[in-house]
């Protein structure tokens, strides 16, 4: 059957895409395979390296698939970037994942796996590949008619029909949901085990309940101009080493860059425009419709002729309204659009409606289901000789179309022109007439049309188009190199290339942080070579050619390299010194507060010219000031005053506070903890599938050098 053809096809996608892999043949023998040098690994996984030969052929092995059933040569970077980061998730699984599963006793039987494709409630896996991916509906065949769900039957006669060619993909996804049921098994023994105390939730409970409202006086730094303080390199060392967790950092650089833009010139336009107009006196001698079409697909770069009739309006403005009045045969002036010179012809034009108001009836049907098709086929037929009897269209679009939008109202399209519904289904309404009941079959399925209105009839014309994009040609590109190459000459070091980008009037641009594994920056497709060349570069190397890419020239600049852990104090001193003055004023206004000979809360405010301000409500897990923002500082000494006692000053985020708990409201009292555990439990349970993961990948060292080579 050829469904069972095109499931066949699919899965083999399915299975590629998302690593589904056997690979036994690239993990069963590391020690044997192993290179001489780790530079020549694709990293290591719990101690395990993995050969840069067994994960090329892995992502060659599923690129092949993709290949064959796109029926395409080459793959482009974006989905080889996709296999290759599914294939190395494959590997963390099967070197990092797998024993953690195992060493617990975890295991699932071929019982298991077959209940999940066959038993009542199949895997939700299972029910995607059976998925018709267009629609996000079940394929007829394994669709079970009463229920809607998958039919088990026909997914067993499927499984049992495989040639033998065939039965190796079909393997590789029952070991998709084995994994997954493992992993599975594995969170849950986790989530299982996880326990709340009743004092535990008895504190959470109080946590969450019991609330302060405060006053509060705040003195911000930035009422002391920068000029009042002054910090020394010791100032700095000290906030420094005070604060080093704020300065941990991974593996990342700074990379500036400028970009010479490939633009064409005067003298690339008026070459275009020459080779338009000699096009255009050969077209204007063609005077049948089979050399135009061909002349059309030979100069297009659009290769295509288009035979659409378009009514006023629907050109592009620039011959909409010449177009209309011109006889055919016409070849109009040239024009510029969207960086194109284009040229039209009028090869056709008639009197007909430029709109239409229909609705219709739709049957979905798969692409290659012949039996489906004819099902539908019968079943749209049948629907016409009701309507043509009752005339019910709206009622029976309602609850028989499966066009979901159109069929709630009764199947209404509405009024729309030339180009919004696909061809059948536009010849059918605009070579008809109003009354008309046409059936065609589209790539959506059978629809069954009512043509309800027709706009006048209205000059509809036939406009051919050649274009051709207006490119850089050969000495615009060299001038260009050029320039970037007198870039490179002049201004080769750190301490002159912003000299250079000020000179030559560029646009110096910053990729920061930029990692080894990144695949984007700014303004440049596809810039891994860029970013491989950095990473094999030291602080301060300029490159010494230009990049080359489709449409600009760049030249970098690895301007810093920062390596994982603490940054060094040079490389955040602007950081440090900004932090260091708000330490030291904040000792100032200390200082200040603490001279005052009062200890009354207003005169303390009223004293220093600042304000009482209020806040009502706060948690021990309260971390920001309404109208102030982010203040960690203050809510730990706040939980600790009693009602009516003032606090010491206390060096916040924006400024010095000086608070006062107005009223203390308890946590209600109870006995009762259940739902406290019960929330508690559920929070504990939603971080488990992140923070496991993240646990097994930490504790497997996972060493990533693909970077290095893609």
Request: net charge negative.
């Amino acid at each position: 059957m050829a469904i069972i053809s095109s499931i066949r096809k699919r899965g083999a996608l399915i299975a590629a895409v998302i690593g589904i892999a056997l690979l036994a043949f690239v993990l069963g023998d590391f020690q044997g395979q192993l290179f001489s040098s780790h530079e020549q690994n694709a990293g290591e996984i719990d101690g395990h390296p993995i050969p840069m030969i067994a994960f090329d052929n892995e992502v060659q092995r599923i690129a092949d698939v993709q290949k064959e059933r796109r029926q395409e040569a080459a793959l482009d970077e974006e989905t080889l970037s996709k296999i290759r980061d599914n294939v190395w998730e494959k590997f963390i699984s099967e070197l990092a994942f797998k024993p953690q599963f195992h060493n617990a006793g975890i295991a699932v039987s071929d019982g298991e796996v077959k209940e999940l494709i066959l038993g009542n409630d199949p895997d939700p896996l299972v029910v995607q590949y059976f998925t018709d991916q267009k629609n996000n509906q079940i394929i007829p065949y394994f669709r079970d008619e009463m229920t809607g769900k998958l039919k088990a039957q026909s997914v067993k006669t499927y499984v049992d029909s495989l040639p033998p060619q065939e039965k190796p993909r079909w393997t590789e996804f029952e070991n998709l949901l084995r994994d997954s049921r493992e992993q599975n098994k594995y969170f849950t023994l986790i989530k299982k085990g996880l326990y709340v105390t009743t004092e535990q939730a008895k504190q959470d409970y109080i946590n969450l309940n019991h609330t302060v409202n405060f006053s509060y006086v705040l003195k911000p730094y930035s009422s002391l101009a920068d000029s009042l303080v002054e910090v020394d390199e010791q100032d700095m060392l000290k906030y420094y080493n005070e604060n080093q967790y704020k300065y941990k950092q991974e593996t990342s650089q700074k990379l500036e860059y400028v970009i010479f833009d490939i633009k064409p010139t005067e003298l690339d336009f008026a070459e275009t425009k020459n080779a338009i107009d000699k096009l255009a006196e050969e077209w204007k001698q063609i005077k049948n419709f089979q050399e135009d079409s061909f002349l059309v697909v030979r100069e297009s770069e659009g290769r295509w002729f288009d035979t659409t009739f378009y009514g006023k309006g629907l050109l592009s403005p620039q011959i909409d309204s010449i177009a209309h009045l011109s006889e055919k045969g016409t070849v109009l002036p040239p024009f510029i659009e969207n960086n194109m010179y284009k040229l039209c012809k009028i090869i056709d034009w008639k009197m007909a409606p430029d709109s239409v108001k229909a609705r219709h009836i739709l049957i979905k049907v798969s692409a290659g289901d012949t039996v489906a098709k004819i099902k539908a086929k019968i079943r749209i037929d049948s629907i016409q000789n009701v309507i043509r009897k009752s005339r019910n269209f709206d009622i029976l679009a309602k609850n028989l179309s499966e066009d979901e939008g159109s069929g709630e109202k009764g199947g209404d399209l509405g009024w729309f022109t030339v180009g919004k519904m696909v061809p059948e289904f536009q010849y059918a309404c605009f070579n008809g007439k109003k009354g008309d009941m046409p059936v065609v079959f589209s790539q959506f399925g059978y629809h069954l049309i009512e043509i309800l209105e027709q706009s006048a009839p209205a000059r509809q014309t036939v406009v051919a188009t050649i274009d051709r994009t207006i490119e850089a040609g050969s000495k615009t590109r060299q001038d260009v190199y050029n320039n970037a190459v007198d870039f490179i000459t002049k201004y080769h070091s750190s301490e002159t290339f912003d000299k250079g980008v000020e000179e030559m009037h560029l646009i110096k641009r910053l990729a920061d942080p930029l990692k080894e594994s990144d695949k984007t920056i700014a303004g440049i497709d596809n810039p891994r070579e860029i970013i491989r060349w950095a990473y094999n570069s030291e602080t301060g190397t300029i490159s010494t050619e230009p990049f080359s890419f489709s449409d600009k020239y760049v030249v970098a600049h690895v301007a810093e390299i920062r390596e994982e852990g603490i940054a060094p104090l040079e490389q955040k001193k602007e950081e440090v010194t900004i932090g260091a003055k708000k330490a030291k004023k904040a000792e100032k206004i200390i200082e200040e507060m603490n001279k005052l000979k009062t200890k009354k809360f207003e005169d303390i405010a009223s004293k220093q010219n600042l304000q009482v301000s209020t806040a009502e409500g706060a948690t021990f897990s309260s971390y920001t000031l309404p109208n102030v923002g982010r203040e960690m500082n203050i809510y730990g000494p706040l939980f600790s005053l009693k009602q009516g006692v003032v606090s010491k000053p206390i060096a916040g985020e924006s400024g010095v506070y000086v608070l006062r708990v107005d009223k203390i409201i308890e946590a209600p009292a109870t006995t009762d903890y259940a739902n406290a555990k019960t929330q508690a439990k559920n929070n504990f349970t939603y971080r488990v599938d992140g923070e496991v993961t993240e646990a097994i990948k930490k504790k497997a060292e996972i060493k990533d050098n693909r970077a290095k080579f893609f």
